[in-house]
């Protein structure tokens, strides 16, 4: 069995690739309808429709530099695993390619459409001249230097690719590789050709590496040749220092949503606010027993693999990542830079029956449109919103951002700090102090850090 850490990117890849073809077809038809009406420039709901795509377009293209960008830690894969990884990273690798190419190939000539996929969303971090950006990486030579020794692998080892496809897990990637392997074609000649271009050391170096660390270090490459050095930090690794992640530990309790920030992560820059992200805090194994759920219809059939998630860490979590809707850890949200914890106003029973309904949504995939109108996908403040929404009076009042209806994880801080609901208990943010601060003195630190704009790193 894959380790946790490739099933969650093997779960994304998958996803990605039915989604990818999702916003391909509204694409068209939004293209389509322009031409029709032959007009020099959107309507108003064509705009909004626009915007929506881009937006959608963008948070999913970003989960997809994460999976590959994450073979930064690739030696602490075991060798027998590298197939699987290259297989993940490829397959992420070309969904990138073959979405900015095909927006290439049905936009480029149209400088109307060009100009709205260059414009900036503010609400979700999206730069000016994204467009421009992405395809002047399609046709630089160290782009083309590192792809080739990724479809030169997967020449070599076609066959040894071909049989992961028995792991169910692992089989919508082989299908992606199959469908799109003519997208990342790259001849010898356009090899030498980047080869003569782009002889630097760091490229020099990469000859003395064996063919699979070749082309896993040249997928990550490629990975950072498509994104600008202002959204992340590679090697940057988010952690609670030991003592605030020990405090948390022995004041947290069930029901509780814990949210988090990244530094530099990539998925800062496309959530709104300086806290970015959400997760609902289960409690254990004993404080879910205590609550009554042991036999929960919801929670019954996934007692077992709850118990299983980690050994040395009993806290659980139900969260939205990029990979969907799943048990995790607490040690998960705890992976970050700054955190903070709001408690809801509401008796046991009321949480019990918010935490019974918030996992009637778990394996559920992620909904990179942010759209709240539906269920089937969920958000990060989606699993917050689903599981206490109407239950003891809570209220979530939705915002329209960017066209849709929408929860940031800030919006629930806010209520917090209003007392509607949920009420401020613990926080933590560096650049603010150096401990962790509860009641009045975290409400003041979060007072604060929602003043702050998304920094530009």
């Given at each position: 069995m894959l380790p946790d850490a490739l099933q969650a990117q093997a779960r994304t890849v998958a996803h990605l690739a039915v989604y990818f073809e999702e916003l391909k077809q509204a694409a068209l038809r939004l293209r389509d309808q322009f031409q029709v009406r032959e007009l020099g420039f959107f309507s108003p709901s064509e705009d909004e429709a626009a915007r929506q795509l881009l937006?959608?377009?963008?948070?999913?293209?970003t989960a997809l530099f994460d999976v590959v960008l994450n073979y930064r830690d690739a030696e602490q894969v075991p060798a027998s695993l590298r197939p699987e990884q290259f297989l993940i990273g490829y397959s992420a690798a070309l969904l990138l390619v073959d979405a900015a190419r095909f927006l290439r190939e049905n936009y480029h000539d149209q400088p109307v459409i060009r100009a709205k996929l260059n414009e900036p969303e503010p609400h979700f971090g999206i730069p000016a001249e994204s467009y421009d950006t992405v395809q002047r990486s399609l046709t630089s030579p160290v782009h083309v230097w590192h792809l080739y020794h990724a479809v030169r692998y997967h020449e070599e080892h076609a066959a040894e690719l071909q049989n992961l496809a028995a792991d169910?897990?692992?089989?919508?990637?082989?299908?992606?590789?199959?469908?799109?392997?003519?997208?990342?074609?790259?001849?010898?000649?356009?090899?030498?050709?980047?080869?003569?271009?782009?002889?630097?050391?760091?490229?020099?170096?990469?000859?003395?590496?064996?063919?699979?660390?070749?082309?896993?270090?040249?997928?990550?490459?490629?990975?950072?040749?498509?994104?600008?050095?202002?959204?992340?930090?590679?090697?940057?690794?988010?952690?609670?220092?030991?003592?605030?992640?020990?405090?948390?530990?022995?004041?947290?309790?069930?029901?509780?949503?814990?949210?988090?920030?990244?530094?530099?992560?990539?998925?800062?820059?496309?959530?709104?606010?300086?806290?970015?992200?959400?997760?609902?805090?289960l409690g254990d194994s004993?404080?879910?027993?205590?609550?009554?759920?042991?036999?929960?219809?919801?929670?019954?059939?996934?007692?077992?693999?709850?118990?299983?998630?980690?050994?040395?860490?009993?806290?659980?979590?139900?969260?939205?990542?990029?990979?969907?809707?799943?048990?995790?850890?607490?040690?998960?949200?705890?992976?970050?830079?700054?955190?903070?914890?709001?408690?809801?106003?509401?008796?046991?029973?009321?949480?019990?029956?918010?935490?019974?309904?918030?996992?009637?949504?778990?394996?559920?995939?992620?909904?990179?449109?942010?759209?709240?109108?539906?269920?089937?996908?969920?958000?990060?403040?989606?699993?917050?919103?689903?599981?206490?929404?109407?239950?003891?009076?809570?209220?979530?009042?939705?915002?329209?951002?960017?066209?849709?209806?929408?929860?940031?994880?800030?919006?629930?801080?806010?209520?917090?700090?209003?007392?509607?609901?949920?009420?401020?208990?613990?926080?933590?943010?560096?650049?603010?102090a150096d401990r962790l601060l509860l009641g009045r003195d975290a409400e003041s630190v979060l007072r604060d850090t929602l003043q702050e704009p998304v920094a530009a790193n």
């Open positions: 937006i959608s377009y963008w948070m999913a293209r169910p897990l692992l089989a919508p990637l082989v299908e992606v590789v199959d469908r799109l392997g003519t997208r990342l074609q790259v001849s010898v000649y356009e090899f030498a050709k980047a080869r003569i271009r782009s002889r630097t050391r760091q490229l020099s170096n990469t000859v003395r590496r064996n063919l699979v660390d070749r082309a896993l270090y040249g997928l990550q490459k490629v990975a950072c040749l498509m994104v600008t050095d202002r959204f992340t930090r590679l090697g940057h690794q988010p952690a609670l220092p030991a003592s605030v992640a020990e405090e948390l530990r022995s004041l947290l309790l069930p029901g509780d949503v814990i949210v988090n920030r990244k530094e530099f992560a990539l998925t800062n820059y496309f959530l709104p606010g300086y806290w970015p992200h959400a997760a609902l805090y004993g404080d879910l027993e205590r609550l009554g759920l042991r036999e929960h219809q919801e929670l019954k059939p996934r007692w077992r693999r709850m118990l299983d998630l980690d050994q040395h860490e009993p806290g659980r979590v139900l969260e939205a990542m990029r990979d969907g809707v799943w048990l995790r850890s607490v040690r998960t949200p705890f992976r970050a830079d700054a955190i903070a914890v709001v408690r809801p106003m509401l008796s046991q029973k009321d949480i019990a029956q918010a935490i019974g309904r918030g996992m009637l949504h778990e394996g559920k995939a992620y909904d990179f449109d942010f759209d709240f109108t539906r269920s089937d996908r969920l958000v990060c403040t989606e699993v917050v919103y689903r599981s206490y929404q109407g239950i003891g009076g809570m209220q979530f009042p939705l915002t329209r951002r960017a066209g849709r209806l929408t929860l940031a994880a800030e919006d629930l801080l806010r209520l917090s700090l209003a007392h509607a609901g949920f009420q401020p208990l613990a926080a933590f943010a560096p650049s603010h």
